[in-house]
């Protein structure tokens, strides 16, 4: 039997405009993608979907010039489907600077250059596109969006009504046999009673009702199986994939018995999908059980950016800022000269010259030395040597360069070198000072990812510009310091809002912004991890121990009756009163306050004393009175 037609998607668009990223997210949706389809062979595999015991419900074909002649086809092939399926074209696009730079990163020639220039074959590509644009559905410009972000709006782009944005597998494991190796988050629930060493439960499972409600009566279990079921799931609008992997012990699973209590701590069932698999069968381990989510994102590289793609992001987002004001314009260029090369001698004349990681910002200085001070540099590809990695840019004044020099303040009145920054930029306005700090991160900046080593670094070529820089920052409320790193001054913002406040001045408020929410996503998980796991083991051994306290104090009272002193009877009420509090805390609650050790000599003296007259009575003393198997 023939299946039901589903919806059709042809993706095309420019040549380095994310067409593979925008293919790799919609497969991972669940849509059957070929990519570089003939647009001919399109009715073909509609059909044989068709024909088929089960029709392919979403398919989507990437199409684009790669296919040369036979792509005209498309604009007919569209038209004539678009009676069958529901269809929808898909049209990404980017500005030609931005296509220009992803290309060279790759260094891969455009499918259209033949024996142009690479502009050349993005300009015959664009005007083959025009008609194929105008009468595309969905036109998404990338020029601004890195390939996570891509993935992202395509999934929000095509995900069906009702669909589930996080999904939530679950499996069990034992801590004996150690712990699984694709794990973001470990949760310990050994604070919770073993069901193992009940009697009654002992036979059975944790899919079984006895075990499962015996569980989550439990006084916090609820609680901590709720905020643990959001913090893995609390990914911002990025949608999850999330394995929730819960300890198991012996033939009875703790683990099992919280997949039972539906949308716990999820929200409503079109934000989760809760699914269920079994782990591998293991031998009975004896070891009390845990449970732990493996935050698995559809896009690993959000979770684990690195420096590279960070500082990239920055730079290239600083490219676009365009301050109009004359005095930002020259304090920025001034900032790119110092810091990306400066002053040089050139058969026996001045020259400027910056060397810059990309064409984009090589171009940009060039274009600003012409508009500003009306010389004509030169532009040279510096090809990669060395300990470097790939090619440099090199904007190159010689003619004319010690009148450049003089006007950006690289050189004084008297033909000498600056080695910091002029200081008619670093006492400008606050406009300026931003454009300073901009124009030395696009020159040597770099970025790290949020995390312990978390840090913004600007290279400097003096000690003196250094500390230039950190004035600048220090007036913008930028927490910046100078270190020298292996011998080479550095200018670093390590704190986490500092640096988010830097990359805000600078003007690369939309990086500020994912990177805030990566740090302060971090910090809730770590914070998380700390509270719950195995770095709560001090924690549990205070616990413990408040209870043995609280046992053999009351134990204590019994045994003395009426002859406590009144000062020891008022610490052991103390500390019956206030189980979880510390003994700094219980000397607060005392009045008169008392200090830690006081409280702590004298509940040490009344269990002394308890413990004594048991022993000449005969009785059980306070030890007796602590709960069996505190400790396991």
């Known amino acids: 039997m023939a299946g039901a037609a589903g919806e059709v998607l042809i993706v095309t668009g420019m040549s380095g405009a994310g067409r593979t990223t925008a293919a790799n997210a919609l497969e991972d949706m669940g849509w059957y993608v070929v990519d570089n389809l003939p647009p001919q062979m399109l009715r073909p ?10 029709a392919l419900p979403k398919v989507a074909a990437v199409v684009d010039v790669r296919g040369r ?57 664009r005007e083959r596109l025009s008609a194929i644009r105008e009468g595309a559905d969905v036109i998404l410009d990338t020029s601004s969006l890195n390939i996570h972000q891509l993935a992202t709006r395509v999934t929000d782009l095509f995900r069906e009504e009702g669909d589930a944005r996080h999904t939530l597998t679950v499996m069990s494991f034992g801590f004996k046999y150690g712990l699984p190796t694709d794990v973001d988050l470990v949760a310990d629930m050994r604070f919770l009673p073993n069901p193992f060493w009940i009697p ?7 899919e ?98 690195t420096a590279v793609s960070l500082t990239a992001d920055v730079k290239a987002e600083l490219a676009t800022v365009r301050d109009p004001r004359p005095t930002a314009r020259v304090a920025e ?81 008297r033909r000498r070198p600056v080695r910091g920054l002029p200081n008619r930029l670093t006492t400008g306005s606050r406009g300026d000072l931003a454009a300073i700090w901009r124009g030395a991160f696009l020159a040597s900046g770099a970025l790290s990812d949020p995390g312990r080593s978390a840090a913004l670094e600007i290279s400097c070529p003096s000690p003196e510009a ?69 770095d709560d083991a001090n924690l549990r051994r205070s616990a413990q121990a408040a209870v043995a306290a609280c046992a053999r104090v009351e134990r204590a009272l019994e045994i003395l009756g009426e002859d406590v002193p009144e000062h020891l009877r008022q610490a052991g009420d103390l500390r019956l009163a206030h189980r979880d509090a510390s003994l700094d805390e219980l000397g607060h609650h005392a009045d008169p306050p008392m200090t830690k050790d006081a409280v702590a000599g004298r509940i040490r003296r009344l269990l002394a004393m308890a413990d004594k007259k048991a022993a000449a009575e005969g009785i059980p003393d306070t030890e007796s009175a602590v709960p069996a198997g505190l400790d396991d």
């Open 333 to 413: 260029l001034t900032a790119i000269l110092r810091f990306s090369g400066g002053l040089h001698s050139i058969a026996g004349r001045v020259a400027v010259e910056a060397e810059l990681e990309s064409d984009i910002l090589a171009r940009r200085a060039a274009r600003e030395i012409m508009e500003i001070y009306g010389v004509r540099p030169e532009l040279v590809h510096v090809q990669a040597s060395g300990g470097r990695a790939g090619g440099h840019f090199a904007v190159r004044v010689i003619e004319g360069g010690e009148t450049l020099a003089r006007q950006t303040g690289l050189l004084d009145q």
């Open 69 to 125: 002649d036979l792509f005209g086809a498309l604009p007919a092939v569209t038209q004539a489907l678009r009676g069958g399926r529901p269809l929808r074209v898909l049209f990404l696009d980017a500005s030609d600077d931005v296509l220009v730079r992803r290309f060279e990163s790759v260094r891969r020639p455009h499918p259209l250059q033949d024996d142009g220039t690479l502009l050349d074959g993005i300009h015959r590509e």
């Open 466 to 534: 250094a500390m230039a820089l950190v004035g600048a920052g220090h007036r913008l409320g930028i927490a910046a310091k100078a270190r020298e790193v292996r011998g080479a001054p550095r200018v670093v913002v390590r704190d986490g809002e500092a640096i988010r406040a830097a990359l805000a001045e600078m003007g690369a408020v939309r990086t500020a912004r994912a990177w805030e929410e990566l740090r302060q996503r971090r910090e809730v998980r770590a914070g998380v991890n700390r509270l719950v796991n195995f």
């Open 200 to 206: 009654e439960l002992k036979a059975h499972t944790g």
């Open 45 to 54: 595999l509609l059909e044989i979907s068709e024909a088929a015991a089960g």
């Open 208 to 305: 079984e009702p006895q075990v499962r409600d015996y569980v989550l009566s439990q006084q916090g279990a609820l609680e901590f199986i709720d905020t643990y079921a959001r913090a893995a799931t609390r990914a911002g609008g990025v949608p999850t994939r999330e394995q929730a992997a819960f300890g198991r012990g012996g033939r009875v699973h703790r683990g099992q018995a919280p997949l039972r209590r539906d949308g716990a701590g999820t929200g409503s069932p079109a934000e989760l999908r809760a699914r269920c698999r079994r782990a591998r069968e293991t031998p009975r381990p004896r070891s009390r059980v845990g449970w732990m989510f493996a935050a698995e994102t559809p896009h690993p590289g959000q979770e684990r950016r």
